[in-house]
């Protein structure tokens, strides 16, 4: 079936790092690729997406680019902030957007 | 005020028993969904729902149904409830716009616990 890696279980920074959280998948079809963040407490809330290859999804400074062929959706942010801090997750769906995958989380602790 | 509605926030349940998750959106979207969180497992998708039907099942387990009485409801009842069903359960919903990606917005999550 179809699913989503992402190779950092959790990543320490200081602010102003710069971000990187890689994100690979694999499926079948052609899936549409999404970034959820979750705040502790809380459940994810949607950062953005890219359904094609090529597109660039962003929002709050962070951005993906939809990759075919490498079959990757990294996500990225230039500059992060203590507030950055929660768990990110990458997610696919093949089905118009109804039943998303999830990778295992990242967490992202940023210290001042 | 919230948008999504989900009640209880903490729930324990002994083995066996049967349990009603409740949710509630006030988004105006028509369809719905429930996901599965535990320490072993990441987000696990489990159900759809669009004007009220179902339209993806990915839970093997029949002790799991949900229910939508109303357009803006879709709760989740557990029967047979085993200690593996201990999870934080969420739901959420969008526009059933197929296609074109709907974002999701998703519920505080209910935390169920199995003795």
């Known amino acids: 079936g179809d699913s989503v890696t992402q190779t950092e279980g959790q990543v320490a920074l200081s602010e102003e790092d710069f971000l990187t959280i890689h994100c690979n998948y694999s499926?079948?079809?052609?899936?549409?690729l999404f970034w959820y963040v979750q705040y502790p407490g809380e459940g994810p809330q949607f950062l953005f997406r890219?359904?094609?290859?090529?597109e660039k999804g962003s929002s709050r400074g962070f951005e993906a680019t939809y990759n075919k062929e490498a079959t990757s959706f990294h996500l990225q942010k230039a500059s992060v902030q203590e507030s950055d801090s929660a768990v990110y997750y990458c997610?696919?769906?093949?089905?118009?957007?109804?039943?998303?995958?999830f990778g295992t989380g990242t967490t992202v602790s940023v210290s001042p | 005020d919230p948008k999504i509605i989900q009640k209880p926030k903490y729930l324990v349940a002994v083995t066996g028993s049967e349990k009603i998750l409740i949710c509630e959106q006030y988004?105006?979207?028509?369809?719905m969904y429930w996901y599965r969180q535990s320490a072993k497992k990441p987000l696990e998708f489990m159900f759809s729902?669009?004007?009220?039907?179902?339209?993806d099942n990915q839970t093997a387990s029949s002790r799991f149904q949900p229910q939508s009485s109303k357009k803006n409801h879709l709760d989740l009842q557990i029967t047979a409830l085993k200690p593996d069903d201990s999870a934080t359960y969420f739901c959420?919903?969008?526009?059933?716009?197929?296609?074109?990606?709907?974002?999701?917005?998703f519920g505080p999550g209910t935390r169920l616990t199995v003795l």
């Open positions: 959420a919903s969008s526009q059933a716009d197929w296609g074109g990606y709907a974002e999701q917005f």
């Open positions: 499926a079948s079809g052609y899936p549409a």
């Open positions: 890219a359904s094609r290859d090529k």
């Open positions: 997610a696919l769906s093949d089905r118009g957007g109804r039943a998303l995958i």
């Open positions: 988004l105006g979207h028509n369809a």
């Open positions: 729902y669009s004007y009220q039907k179902l339209m």
